[in-house]
């Protein structure tokens, strides 16, 4: 493994109390208010973000949207064994007083084992979307020492006193683009959202269903569509490119459906209080409604004549200071504890 090429501010033995490990994009977003809020002015040396590249460049792009870049990024960390190592030796070198991850995927188990190696704390951001195997999850709760969940925790039993509900940060940076962009605007006609990985073949016959089904001027925006074939697009079809986080939060805000299969959209729509339906193979995130494709034309049509009832979150978008003043809490209590056990000459 190639050796740290660590940025200046770091090379000059800037204290680093706290420090941000992200590996994907769900992380990246969900990590960029809590690090605004520890980076704030009077809220103590602020905080370090390393990418973990465990999803290559998602992070990354992420990042780059908002006007951020990762602080340091591992080098030639290959799984997660390679990546706990990277980790601990960059623990062992700044010696921060916590190690936050920002979510339980490969990279948020890496994050706890090299903490637990250098003997620093270590934390954990999650939610409903956070979906991990059960071993995963075991062996999280018994490396973690603090566990920050959203409003709608995970399933799963996590130790008592050490699991906050502090509220997901990633609805810190919903509600701050949602106010941007100002107050939904009533659409004229109903509009869905289709965020999915289908194949162009697919995507055409489910969208031919869907028109074929809704007779009321049904317009759909494809967002992360494929190049488009040899058939000309329905004038009622939007085929999307990948777009930025606030240009998608734009679409779920004027939609009246999202159908999906990314976890993380279909949170975000959940929040907006927009029907979710389910594609994808993996099982149905919570309060999304799984469908098949032969049936789901039916299952949309009631979410749009709004006799399908949302389930949406109780986030208040505020998740982030109070996740950062319990942070610094703990760094303050780590500085004092060391200043009374200091040796003395």
Not at 103 to 130: E, H, N, T, V, Y
Not at 191 to 202: E, N, P
Request: glycine share 10%.
């Amino acid at each position: 493994m190639r050796t740290f090429r660590l940025p200046r501010a770091l090379a000059a033995e800037r204290p680093a109390p706290v420090l941000l490990v992200a590996g994907t994009r769900l992380e990246a977003l969900r990590l960029l208010p809590l690090l605004r809020a520890l980076r704030a002015p009077g809220r103590g040396e602020g905080a370090l973000l390393v990418d973990t590249g465990e999803s290559g460049p998602a992070v990354r792009e992420a990042l780059r949207e908002h006007g951020l870049a990762p602080d340091l990024r591992l080098p030639g960390a290959r799984g997660t064994g390679a990546a706990a190592l990277a980790l601990l030796r960059l623990a062992l070198r700044l010696n921060p007083a916590l190690v936050v991850a920002g979510g339980a995927s490969r990279s948020g188990l890496a994050a706890a084992l090299g903490a637990r190696g250098a003997g620093i704390g270590s934390a954990l951001i999650a939610s409903s979307a956070d979906s991990a195997p059960r071993l995963r999850w075991r062996l999280l709760s018994g490396l973690c020492t603090w566990f920050y969940l959203g409003h709608e925790a995970p399933a799963l039993d996590l130790p008592r006193g050490r699991a906050l509900v502090t509220g997901d940060p990633l609805f810190d940076l919903c509600r701050e683009q949602g106010e941007a962009l100002g107050a939904a605007a009533e659409p004229g006609a109903a509009r869905l959202v289709l965020a999915s990985s289908l194949t162009d073949a697919d995507g055409e016959r489910l969208i031919d269903s869907l028109l074929a089904r809704e007779r009321g001027g049904l317009r759909i925006d494809w967002v992360a569509a494929p190049p488009l074939s040899e058939r000309e697009a329905p004038a009622r079809v939007r085929r999307l490119g990948t777009l930025p986080h606030w240009r998608t939060l734009a679409l779920l805000r004027r939609a009246r459906v999202l159908v999906t299969d990314d976890a993380l959209l279909a949170l975000e729509a959940r929040w907006l209080a927009r029907p979710v339906f389910w594609i994808g193979a993996d099982p149905a995130p919570r309060g999304c409604v799984a469908s098949a494709l032969p049936q789901l034309a039916d299952a949309v049509h009631h979410g749009l004549d709004h006799t399908l009832d949302a389930r949406p979150l109780p986030e208040d978008g505020r998740a982030a200071p109070r996740l950062a003043a319990h942070l610094l809490d703990g760094v303050e209590q780590r500085v004092f504890a060391g200043w009374l056990t200091r040796a003395r000459r």
